[in-house]
């Protein structure tokens, strides 16, 4: 017996079903990605945490940074940290409106030894935030993927049931 819809694989539900699958599998790619890269970064985090040298530093000044948008103006700290007998200035990566840190404020950071330039604060945002914001971002695509893998699956089946 003759039926058209088992010659043809070209109707609309499995058409759909085929993009809905593919991109499945490309988020799902990002996501491998994206989990590697953040558990490198978290991987570095813990090991700066663990074999880094401590020291107090100062908060010496904050620096206005003007932003972009409309949001304003943000502070940026930029510390002072004596190591191997030579003064640092260093100034954070990130900014912030209020201020993070009052001028004069003892601060934590871990710096390697070699180049206390490379110096972070021995904090969450110092260490984590960048893997955490990487594999938070992966988390959220995998159930993006699996949301696009079923509705392959439901197309898949209701065309063929059609």
Do not use: H
């Not at 994206?34 to 000044?61: C, K």
């Not at 206005?64 to 940290?81: C, M």
């Amino acid at each position: 017996m003759y039926d058209a819809r088992m010659i043809t694989n070209n109707s609309p539900g499995l058409v759909l079903s085929k993009v809905f699958r593919i991109f499945s599998y490309l988020v799902a790619v990002a996501v491998a990605v994206e989990l590697v890269i953040g558990l490198v970064l978290l991987n570095n985090a813990w090991e700066r945490r663990d074999t880094w040298n401590r020291a107090q530093a100062t908060v010496s000044a904050l620096e206005k940074v003007e932003s972009s948008s409309d949001a304003g103006e943000t502070w940026r700290p930029i510390f002072s940290l004596s190591a191997g007998g030579k003064e640092y200035s260093i100034r954070s990566s990130s900014s912030s409106n209020p201020p993070a840190y009052r001028i004069g404020e003892q601060v934590e950071m871990l710096y390697p030894s070699e180049n206390p330039a490379e110096a972070v604060t021995n904090t969450f945002a110092g260490l984590y935030v960048l893997p955490c914001v990487i594999l938070g971002l992966a988390g959220m695509e995998s159930v993006l993927a699996l949301a696009f893998f079923l509705i392959s699956c439901y197309l898949r089946r209701r065309s063929y049931e059609s």
